[in-house]
Nanobody
Framework: QVQLVESGGGLVQPGGSLKLSCAPTGKYFSIDTMGWYRQHPGKQRELVATITSGGSTNYGDSVKGRFTVSRDNAKDTMYLQMNSLKPEDTAVYYC??????????????WGQGTQVTVSS
């Protein structure tokens, strides 16, 4: 069974940096688009950034210029480098990915989420 596993969340001071990672476990054929989303308490999940298998990226307006999404296709791992963090970046961050299964079926997966807290 395929699962997405996130790591790298934690507590950081305003202005600081943090790097998240996400990788799938289990058996699959390949990965298409991957992305990061976040959810503030009591609010809907929102886009942070996405990256295609070819490396094309898209960012939410609130993180443009501060966050960078990347992926290592050899390791099937996606990263989110977060710089100049603000208290309003505090949220649960979720990894998302479109994966092709061994039968070439395309399915969308979500990770369990990792907490990022920006506070002094």
């Amino acid at each position: 069974q395929v699962q997405l596993v996130e790591s790298g969340g934690g507590l950081v001071q305003p202005g600081g940096s943090l790097k998240l990672s996400c990788a799938p476990t289990g058996k699959y054929f390949s990965i298409d688009t991957m992305g990061w989303y976040r959810q503030h308490p009591g609010k809907q999940r929102e886009l942070v950034a996405t990256i295609t298998s070819g490396g094309s990226t898209n960012y939410g307006d609130s993180v443009k210029g501060r966050f960078t999404v990347s992926r290592d296709n050899a390791k099937d791992t996606m990263y989110l480098q977060m710089n100049s963090l603000k208290p309003e970046d505090t949220a649960v961050y979720y990894c998302n990915a479109d994966l092709y299964g061994l039968g070439y079926e395309l399915r969308n997966y979500w990770g369990q989420g990792t907490q990022v807290t920006v506070s002094s």
